[in-house]
């Protein structure tokens, strides 16, 4: 079945740094890849959508120049947290759907713990 | 815009026996799809069955069975056989059957399933 990765699983930075969070898709080419953050016990909330080879689409209320998103390939997208605080603390998930797919299935990566302390 | 709901935040069911989650949801259009995932406590969304709105036949996938009202946009999960693995948090999604940005997954709160023993 279809594969997605992400990078890193979990990861602690400092207040101020920047973050980079992978998402790959391992089996098949992504033309469309999706990140989402969920805190806990909640639903996901859809930061954007990234296309291979053009600008992210980023929903209403989330910066785009905080969460830098690069879709530089079929198999990759990152999603950079710029100046990190801790109330960027959350759980993030990524999604990609497959090129040439009808569009019924989007496979989801394992999600990444991001800690901002 | 679509909506989806859930608005029984949990529930709980005895192992063995059957449990129905629900869900509803609005739209304009007539083409869709209708997910339901599944996340563990590993925080893997996990795709547990898929309904495409023109087909009249309600899905089926093992123990997981949906009915699917299109007149009443009401989908519902039925879990017979409840098993321990079930407990999870469980999300209803919708998804236009149209490629491009509106591809995205609108997904409702999500509900918490757990199984007695």
């Known amino acids: 079945g279809a594969v997605v990765s992400q990078h890193p699983s979990r990861v602690i930075c400092k207040s101020g740094t920047s973050v980079k969070i992978e998402c790959r898709s391992l089996?098949?080419?992504?033309?469309?890849m999706f990140w989402y953050r969920q805190f806990p016990k909640q639903s996901l909330m859809l930061m954007a959508t990234?296309?291979?080879?053009?600008?992210?689409?980023?929903e209403q209320g989330v910066e785009k120049d905080k969460f830098l998103i690069n879709h530089a390939s079929l198999t990759l997208s990152t999603l950079t947290v710029t100046s990190a605080h801790p109330e960027d603390s959350s759980f993030y998930i990524c999604?990609?759907?497959?090129?040439?797919?009808?569009?019924?299935?989007?496979?989801f990566g394992e999600g990444s713990w991001l800690t901002v302390v | 815009a679509q909506t989806v709901t859930q608005s029984q935040p949990e529930m709980s069911v005895q192992e063995a026996e059957t449990v129905t989650l629900s869900c509803t949801y609005d739209?304009?259009?007539?083409?869709?799809?209708l997910f339901w995932y599944k996340q563990p406590p590993s925080r893997q969304m996990i795709l547990v069955i898929r309904?495409?709105?023109?087909?009249?036949q309600n899905a089926t996938e093992n123990r997981f069975s949906v009915n699917f009202q299109k007149a009443a946009k009401s989908f519902s999960l039925k879990i017979s056989d409840s098993q321990l693995g079930d407990a999870a948090m469980y999300f209803c999604?919708?998804?236009?059957?149209?490629?491009?940005?509106?591809?995205?997954?609108?997904f409702g709160k999500g509900i918490t399933l757990s199984v007695r023993p």
């Open positions: 999604s990609a759907r497959k090129a040439g797919n009808s569009g019924n299935t989007i496979y």
């Open positions: 089996d098949f080419q992504a033309t469309t």
């Open positions: 990234s296309n291979e080879g053009s600008k992210a689409t980023y």
């Open positions: 739209t304009s259009e007539s083409d869709y799809y």
């Open positions: 309904q495409e709105a023109y087909k009249q």
């Open positions: 999604a919708y998804r236009s059957f149209h490629t491009g940005a509106n591809s995205k997954l609108t």
